[in-house]
């Protein structure tokens, strides 16, 4: 069986968007023992060794699923051979004789279509990866346990001294793992992401080009190489992903960032604060800054072609394209696969002032990684029963069960046998040695307070899937011409297409979560 990979799973959940765990929003008071509304953390939150029950798990990830492969032998068709989580499955269950860990066969991937009827009948596997960037709609659906409480204990898994092994939430960066709209935590990360730009060093190393660390060095080192071979692409994005349009957005819209986060006050422009800035006027399509976000992106994709019908892998390896947006995935695939040229990787060139008067002076998005990915979730499956003492212990060995996997020396393994990512620990050195200066660089930014969340503002990952679809479309409609020729560069058919959008989800997750 062929690994399926985050970028070529479903477009309905592509997208970094798909990265950005600040968002999600299911509801509930604390009012412990509510069974329904997924707080059932009052009482003991310890695993009870004496209680037997069968836990599900989807296995899903961000960049490539951890689902056991059908051969461990690697070839084309199967790049990533693994059965690691299989294997700690079964030493979590030496550990708890009562306790039967069923892994399924192939993931779900975060495709809402096949989640939501299953979320609805209580009937989703009891761990659940998904995609938590559109799911403030979902408040008060009642999908989710909440683990608030579970975050706040020690992971007992977590060596003395570890982080974790006071409070299990320490395992995340500090500051980067925020509670939802609602005030409250619904998954337990189990990686971070890769981000960078791939690049035929062999071609930068002949022609002496530079490599870029700004915006406008980027949009310069485009033009060098179209000059330089006409015939190559200089630039290209990866499927149907907007990482970097991403970067931009938020570095365009940083400089509102006192007059947009004026609700829960995090550095993170969630739901909430994007829709109150939109009925406010704040937030404008047709306004001047998103018109720059606009031009900034027209600038980079000027010789690209369109990443829906052209395959960055394999034009990259055909020396067909010079640089390209990738994943920890394609990273890793490229420069472990292409042996007529070298493969070399630089962080997300810094958006910079001089490509855009609109920027704050000395800030920028964090390089090197979107953050934290493959968000897994305990699910209304898990407390489904008649019995709240049962949905309990369920909801107790399921939490347990996560803070095993993310516990240091099981969450490196797990990563990085995988290849793909980086262990939330950041330690991928090894096997992820093509991901190191990526990781470096992240930890780097992670430490400089001018450096920001790669998705401070991204309305498109954080409000609904029904936006996120518009957007997708008018996007790639503007950039490309997709459904339209007369689309292509049509800034004022682009801002109406959002504005379309932002009405429609303004008025849902108003009504949704009694915003007023």
């Not at 490599?211 to 949009?219: A, D, G, N, Q, V």
Request: proline share 3%.
């Amino acid at each position: 069986r062929r690994i399926m990979i985050k970028h070529i799973k479903t477009i309905a959940f592509t997208v970094a968007l798909l990265m950005i765990f600040g968002v999600f929003s299911a509801c509930g008071k604390q009012n412990g023992g509510n069974i329904d509304s997924g707080n059932v953390s009052a009482g003991d939150l310890a695993i009870d060794d004496n209680f037997a029950c069968t836990i599900t798990v989807d296995g899903g990830g961000q960049w490539a699923n951890f689902n056991t492969t059908s051969s461990m032998e690697e070839t084309d068709s199967n790049p990533y051979p693994y059965n690691t989580l299989e294997t700690l499955a079964k030493e979590y269950m030496a550990l708890h004789k009562n306790v039967k860990i069923e892994l399924l066969t192939s993931s779900y991937n975060g495709a809402r279509d096949q989640i939501l009827p299953m979320l609805s009948t209580k009937t989703a596997p009891d761990i659940l990866f998904q995609v938590p960037t559109t799911l403030a709609e979902d408040c008060n659906k009642k999908y989710y346990a909440a683990l608030d409480e579970y975050l706040k204990l020690p992971n007992p898994y977590s060596a003395e001294g570890e982080k974790g092994s006071e409070k299990w939430i320490d395992v995340y960066p500090e500051g980067e793992y925020k509670p939802t709209v609602d005030g409250h935590y619904y998954f337990a990360a189990m990686d971070r992401s890769a981000i960078g730009i791939i690049y035929n060093k062999t071609f930068f190393t002949q022609h002496n080009i530079a490599i870029p660390t700004t915006y406008s060095e980027f949009l310069q080192t485009i033009e060098k190489i179209h000059t330089t071979d006409t015939g190559k692409t200089p630039y290209m994005a990866n499927g149907g992903n907007m990482w970097l349009d991403i970067t931009i957005e938020a570095a365009v819209f940083y400089g509102m960032k006192d007059e947009l986060d004026v609700i829960t006050k995090d550095g993170k422009i969630d739901a909430h604060e994007i829709v109150a800035a939109y009925e406010n006027g704040k937030i404008d399509p047709n306004g001047d800054r998103y018109k720059e976000y606009m031009r900034l992106i027209q600038k980079k994709t000027k010789y690209s072609p369109n990443p829906q019908t052209a395959v960055l892998k394999n034009e990259f390896m055909l020396e067909n394209v010079v640089m390209g947006e990738a994943d920890g995935n394609t990273i890793s695939y490229l420069m472990n696969n292409v042996d007529d040229f070298e493969v070399g990787v630089f962080p997300y060139p810094i958006i910079d002032k001089a490509s855009s008067s609109y920027v704050v002076e000395g800030t920028g998005t964090r390089r090197g990684s979107s953050g934290l990915t493959s968000a897994w979730f305990i699910t209304n499956h898990a407390f489904s029963s008649s019995s709240a003492e049962e949905n309990r212990k369920k909801v107790n060995a399921c939490a347990d069960f996560l803070m095993f996997l993310t516990a240091k020396k099981n969450n490196d393994r797990m990563i990085n046998d995988k290849k793909v990512s980086i262990p939330l620990s950041g330690n991928g050195y090894g096997k992820n040695d093509c991901l190191k200066s990526l990781v470096e660089v992240y930890n780097e930014d992670m430490a400089d307070e001018n450096m920001y969340d790669w998705a401070f503002f991204n309305p498109s990952g954080t409000l609904t899937k029904a936006y996120y679809d518009v957007f997708y479309i008018a996007y790639h409609n503007f950039v490309y011409g997709n459904t339209s020729k007369a689309d292509k560069g049509n800034t004022t058919a682009f801002a109406q297409s959002m504005i379309n959008g932002l009405d429609q989800a303004s008025l849902k997750l108003k009504k949704l979560n009694k915003w007023s």
